[in-house]
C-alpha cells in the first residue's frame, strides 16, 4: 500500500537530507482535510528543530525530495508545516485493477496452527427463549469473531448454557404445580417459550406469597427467603446436585424442549458455535478449584459453611464462591469452564462477550484465577457491551415484558415485506426468491442497527428506524451493493464489456478516485476494528462506502458512456466496490441480494 511507500520515502528523505534518524513506522501521515488539495498530509512541525530549518522551507525541501524518489507521487503543495502529498492516477487504477479480481480483499489468510482466540458468546439460561438482549449479545458475539478472522485470527466460537440453578428450578417447579402435563407438541408452542411460560408463571405466583406473608406481619427480606415457592425451588437445586433421578429425569425434558428451540433460533439469526458448554458439565470442577483455593489459603470458609474470596485488598469486597449448603453459584462453574477451555484450546485469548451489569464479576473471576495460579488468568478479557433499551424501558424476563427473539425476527420480516411492496420492484421474483430476501432485509436492518452502535454504549432499539431504506441502515447498504449488481449484469450482459484490466491511460475524476480512496483504506480499518473488538467501525465504514458509491454514481451515467476503456474502468470499479460491501457486511454477520 501506498503509506508504507510514503512513510519509507518521507523518513529516508528525513535521514539523507538532514543527517536525522527516523524509523519510517514513526512518520505519521494523516488524511489531508476536504479543504486542502492531497491525499495524504505530514506534519513537519516535529522535525523543524533537529532539522535547523523553518517549516515551510522543510516542507518544501521535504516534498521535492520525496517526489523525485517516489513515481506514486504526482505533485505536493505546503499550506505552513503541513505538506500535502497528491497520489498519481496511476496508482489509483493499478488498484483498482488488483481489487476489482480480488474477491477476498481486505481479508487475512487465517493461521489455523495459531493459539486459537476463544470466544464465548450468547450463554442464555434454559429457563427463558432468547429475546432482544440476547440478541445483541449473539450479534455482537459473532460479528467479532468474524472481525477477527477477517483479521487473520485463528478464532473458535463457543457457547456456555446455564443449564441448572435455582431459575432453571423455578421454571421447573412450576410446570410440576401449574403445568397439568402440557408439551410442546400439545400447545403448539416451541420448547423453550413453553418453560419461559413457567417461568413467569412462577413469579407470579411467588409474588403473591411474598404478598400474602407480608399482610400477617412479616418483612419482605424475609418473606421473599419464607415463601414456600422460594423454599420448595431450593430444595430442588439441592435434590438436582444430589443427582436424585426424578427431578434429574425433569430436568432434562424440559431442557431438551428448550435446546430445540434455542437451535431454531438461532438459525434464524444465523449464528452458530464451535463448541457448546453446559453448565451441569463444568460446575463440578469449579468445586474441585474451590477446594483447591481453601487447601492453598487464597479461599475461606465462614461458619455457616459457605465460601469466599475476600477481595479486599484489591479494592473489591467478599466474593460468594460456594453456598452454605454445597451448592454452586455462576463463578463456580465459571471458574471450572475457563479451566476446561484452557486445557482444551490453549487459548490465547479467552473473550466473554457479556453485559456490562457482569463487569465486577469478570474482575472477581480474573482475579481469583490468578490466585488459584494460573497464570494464563491475564488472557481472560470480558468484552463488556451496554444493554439495549426500548421506548417503553428496559426488559424483565421473570414479569414476561421482553421482546421475544422469534417475534422480533418475524415482525421485521413482515416489514421488509411490506416495504417491499411498496416499492414495486420485485415483481419477477417468486415467492420462494421474496421470502428469502424479505428474510434476509430483516436481518440486515436489524444486525445492522444493533451492530453499528459502539458495543458499551446502551442503545434504544427502533425497529422501524432500522429498516428504512434511506440513511444508515442494513437495507440502505444491501439496496446500493444490489443496485450495483444490477449495473454489472447490464453492463457485461447488454453492452458486452469483458471486465478485462483498465489500461492505465484511463481518466478518472475526482468522485471515482473518492470510492477508491474509500476502498483502499478498508485493509487498515479492518484491522482497527479487529484491535478495538469494535463491529460499529465496520458498520460505519460500510456506510460510508456506499455514499461514496452512490454520490459517484448519481454524477455517472456508467451505461451510458461512449468510451470503451472508461466504461471498462467505471464496471470494474463497481465491482471492487461490491466485493468490498459484501466483505465488510460479512463481517457483521449480513447477507447482500444480488437483485431487490
Given at each position: 500500500?501506498?503509506?508504507?511507500?510514503?512513510?519509507?520515502?518521507v523518513?529516508?528523505?528525513?535521514?539523507?537530507?538532514?543527517?536525522?534518524n527516523?524509523?519510517?513506522?514513526?512518520?505519521?501521515?494523516?488524511?489531508?482535510?476536504?479543504?486542502?488539495?492531497?491525499?495524504?498530509?505530514?506534519?513537519?512541525?516535529?522535525?523543524?528543530?533537529?532539522?535547523?530549518?523553518?517549516p515551510?522551507?522543510?516542507?518544501?525541501?521535504?516534498?521535492?525530495?520525496?517526489?523525485?524518489?517516489?513515481?506514486?507521487?504526482?505533485?505536493?503543495n505546503?499550506?505552513k508545516?503541513?505538506?500535502n502529498?497528491?497520489?498519481?492516477?496511476?496508482?489509483?487504477?493499478?488498484?483498482?485493477?488488483?481489487?476489482?479480481?480480488?474477491?477476498?480483499?481486505?481479508?487475512?489468510?487465517?493461521?489455523?496452527?495459531?493459539?486459537?482466540?476463544?470466544?464465548?458468546?450468547?450463554?442464555?439460561?434454559?429457563?427463558?427463549?432468547?429475546?432482544?438482549?440476547?440478541?445483541?449479545?449473539?450479534?455482537?458475539?459473532?460479528?467479532?469473531?468474524?472481525?477477527?478472522?477477517?483479521?487473520?485470527?485463528?478464532?473458535?466460537?463457543?457457547?456456555?448454557?446455564?443449564d441448572?440453578?435455582?431459575?432453571?428450578?423455578?421454571?421447573?417447579?412450576?410446570?410440576?404445580?401449574?403445568?397439568?402435563?402440557e408439551?410442546?407438541?400439545?400447545?403448539?408452542?416451541?420448547?423453550?417459550?413453553l418453560?419461559?411460560?413457567?417461568?413467569?408463571?412462577?413469579?407470579?405466583?411467588?409474588?403473591?406469597?411474598?404478598?400474602?406473608?407480608?399482610?400477617?406481619?412479616?418483612?419482605?427480606?424475609?418473606a421473599?427467603?419464607?415463601?414456600?415457592?422460594?423454599?420448595?425451588?431450593?430444595?430442588?437445586?439441592?435434590?438436582?446436585?444430589e443427582?436424585?433421578?426424578?427431578i434429574?429425569?425433569?430436568?432434562?425434558k424440559?431442557?431438551?424442549w428448550?435446546?430445540?428451540?434455542?437451535?431454531?433460533?438461532?438459525?434464524?439469526m444465523?449464528?452458530?458455535?464451535?463448541?457448546?458448554?453446559?453448565?451441569?458439565?463444568?460446575?463440578?470442577?469449579?468445586?474441585?478449584?474451590?477446594?483447591?483455593?481453601?487447601?492453598?489459603?487464597?479461599?475461606?470458609?465462614?461458619?455457616?459453611?459457605?465460601?469466599?474470596?475476600d477481595?479486599?485488598?484489591?479494592?473489591?469486597?467478599?466474593?460468594?464462591?460456594?453456598?452454605?449448603?454445597?451448592?454452586?453459584?455462576?463463578?463456580?462453574?465459571?471458574?471450572?469452564?475457563?479451566?476446561?477451555?484452557?486445557?482444551?484450546f490453549?487459548?490465547?485469548?479467552l473473550?466473554?462477550?457479556?453485559g456490562?451489569e457482569?463487569?465486577?464479576?469478570?474482575?472477581?473471576?480474573?482475579?481469583?484465577?490468578?490466585r488459584?495460579?494460573?497464570?494464563?488468568?491475564?488472557?481472560?478479557?470480558?468484552?463488556?457491551?451496554?444493554m439495549?433499551e426500548l421506548?417503553?424501558?428496559?426488559?424483565?424476563?421473570?414479569?414476561?415484558?421482553?421482546?421475544?427473539?422469534?417475534?422480533?425476527?418475524?415482525?421485521?420480516?413482515?416489514?421488509a415485506?411490506?416495504?417491499?411492496?411498496?416499492?414495486?420492484?420485485?415483481?419477477?421474483?417468486?415467492?420462494?426468491?421474496?421470502?428469502?430476501?424479505?428474510?434476509?432485509?430483516?436481518?440486515?436492518?436489524?444486525?445492522?442497527?444493533?451492530?453499528?452502535?459502539?458495543?458499551?454504549?446502551t442503545?434504544?432499539?427502533n425497529?422501524?428506524?432500522?429498516?428504512?431504506?434511506?440513511?444508515?441502515?442494513?437495507?440502505?447498504?444491501?439496496y446500493?451493493?444490489?443496485?450495483?449488481?444490477?449495473?454489472?449484469r447490464?453492463?457485461?450482459?447488454?453492452?458486452?464489456?469483458?471486465?478485462?484490466?483498465?489500461?492505465?491511460?484511463?481518466?478518472?475524476?475526482?468522485?471515482?478516485?473518492?470510492?477508491?480512496?474509500?476502498?483502499?483504506?478498508?485493509?487498515?480499518?479492518?484491522?482497527?476494528?479487529?484491535?478495538?473488538?469494535?463491529?460499529?467501525?465496520?458498520?460505519?465504514?460500510?456506510?460510508?462506502?456506499?455514499?461514496?458509491?452512490?454520490?459517484?454514481?448519481?454524477?455517472?451515467?456508467?451505461?451510458?458512456?461512449?468510451?470503451?476503456e472508461?466504461?471498462?474502468?467505471?464496471?470494474?470499479?463497481?465491482?471492487?466496490?461490491?466485493?468490498?460491501?459484501?466483505?465488510?457486511?460479512?463481517?457483521?454477520?449480513?447477507?447482500?441480494?444480488?437483485?431487490?
Amino acid at each position: 500500500m501506498i503509506e508504507s511507500k510514503l512513510q519509507n520515502a518521507v523518513a529516508s528523505a528525513l535521514n539523507n537530507l538532514y543527517g536525522l534518524n527516523i524509523e519510517a513506522d514513526s512518520v505519521v501521515l494523516q488524511k489531508t482535510k476536504k479543504e486542502f488539495s492531497g491525499d495524504y498530509t505530514v506534519v513537519v512541525f516535529p522535525y523543524v528543530k533537529q532539522a535547523r530549518k523553518a517549516p515551510e522551507a522543510l516542507a518544501n525541501e521535504l516534498g521535492n525530495a520525496v517526489a523525485q524518489n517516489l513515481h506514486e507521487i504526482k505533485d505536493f503543495n505546503v499550506i505552513k508545516g503541513f505538506l500535502n502529498f497528491t497520489i498519481d492516477d496511476s496508482y489509483w487504477l493499478n488498484f483498482a485493477n488488483i481489487i476489482a479480481d480480488d474477491k477476498t480483499f481486505g481479508l487475512k489468510d487465517v493461521d489455523s496452527n495459531a493459539a486459537p482466540v476463544v470466544i464465548e458468546y450468547s450463554s442464555p439460561n434454559t429457563n427463558k427463549p432468547l429475546h432482544l438482549g440476547h440478541i445483541r449479545n449473539n450479534l455482537l458475539g459473532w460479528s467479532v469473531s468474524q472481525l477477527l478472522t477477517a483479521n487473520g485470527r485463528n478464532v473458535k466460537k463457543v457457547n456456555l448454557v446455564n443449564d441448572r440453578g435455582i431459575h432453571i428450578c423455578k421454571s421447573m417447579l412450576a410446570w410440576l404445580r401449574y403445568g397439568n402435563g402440557e408439551t410442546p407438541e400439545s400447545s403448539g408452542m416451541k420448547g423453550d417459550h413453553l418453560v419461559g411460560k413457567y417461568y413467569v408463571e412462577f413469579d407470579r405466583h411467588y409474588k403473591e406469597e411474598i404478598k400474602a406473608l407480608m399482610e400477617k406481619g412479616m418483612e419482605e427480606e424475609q418473606a421473599k427467603k419464607e415463601a414456600p415457592l422460594m423454599v420448595e425451588a431450593q430444595q430442588m437445586l439441592k435434590r438436582w446436585e444430589e443427582g436424585d433421578e426424578e427431578i434429574r429425569s425433569l430436568w432434562k425434558k424440559m431442557n431438551n424442549w428448550v435446546y430445540a428451540g434455542f437451535d431454531e433460533t438461532y438459525k434464524r439469526m444465523g449464528v452458530s458455535f464451535d463448541k457448546i458448554y453446559y453448565e451441569s458439565n463444568t460446575y463440578l470442577l469449579g468445586k474441585e478449584l474451590v477446594q483447591k483455593g481453601l487447601d492453598m489459603g487464597v479461599l475461606f470458609r465462614k461458619e455457616d459453611g459457605s465460601v469466599w474470596c475476600d477481595l479486599t485488598d484489591a479494592g473489591l469486597d467478599q466474593k460468594l464462591l460456594l453456598r452454605k449448603d454445597g451448592t454452586s453459584v455462576y463463578m463456580t462453574q465459571d471458574l471450572g469452564t475457563a479451566l476446561l477451555r484452557q486445557r482444551e484450546f490453549g487459548a490465547d485469548q479467552l473473550i466473554y462477550v457479556v453485559g456490562n451489569e457482569q463487569d465486577y464479576h469478570f474482575q472477581v473471576l480474573k482475579i481469583v484465577l490468578e490466585r488459584l495460579g494460573f497464570n494464563w488468568a491475564e488472557k481472560v478479557y470480558h468484552l463488556s457491551y451496554g444493554m439495549v433499551e426500548l421506548p417503553n424501558g428496559k426488559m424483565k424476563s421473570r414479569e414476561g415484558t421482553v421482546v421475544d427473539a422469534d417475534d422480533l425476527i418475524s415482525e421485521m420480516e413482515q416489514t421488509a415485506a411490506e416495504m417491499c411492496k411498496e416499492r414495486g420492484k420485485n415483481e419477477d421474483m417468486n415467492q420462494e426468491q421474496l421470502d428469502e430476501l424479505y428474510h434476509m432485509l430483516a436481518l440486515g436492518a436489524l444486525k445492522y442497527f444493533i451492530l453499528k452502535v459502539d458495543p458499551t454504549k446502551t442503545m434504544l432499539f427502533n425497529p422501524a428506524e432500522s429498516i428504512d431504506f434511506n440513511g444508515n441502515t442494513g437495507p440502505f447498504i444491501q439496496y446500493t451493493h444490489a443496485r450495483i449488481r444490477s449495473i454489472i449484469r447490464k453492463a457485461v450482459g447488454e453492452k458486452g464489456v469483458s471486465l478485462e484490466k483498465v489500461p492505465a491511460t484511463t481518466s478518472i475524476n475526482d468522485k471515482e478516485r473518492e470510492v477508491l480512496k474509500q476502498l483502499h483504506d478498508m485493509p487498515g480499518v479492518i484491522e482497527q476494528a479487529a484491535a478495538a473488538y469494535s463491529p460499529a467501525m465496520i458498520a460505519n465504514f460500510t456506510y460510508d462506502l456506499a455514499k461514496a458509491f452512490n454520490s459517484f454514481y448519481q454524477d455517472t451515467p456508467i451505461l451510458r458512456e461512449n468510451d470503451p476503456e472508461r466504461m471498462l474502468f467505471l464496471v470494474r470499479l463497481c465491482n471492487a466496490v461490491s466485493t468490498g460491501i459484501k466483505n465488510l457486511m460479512a463481517i457483521l454477520g449480513i447477507d447482500v441480494p444480488e437483485r431487490m
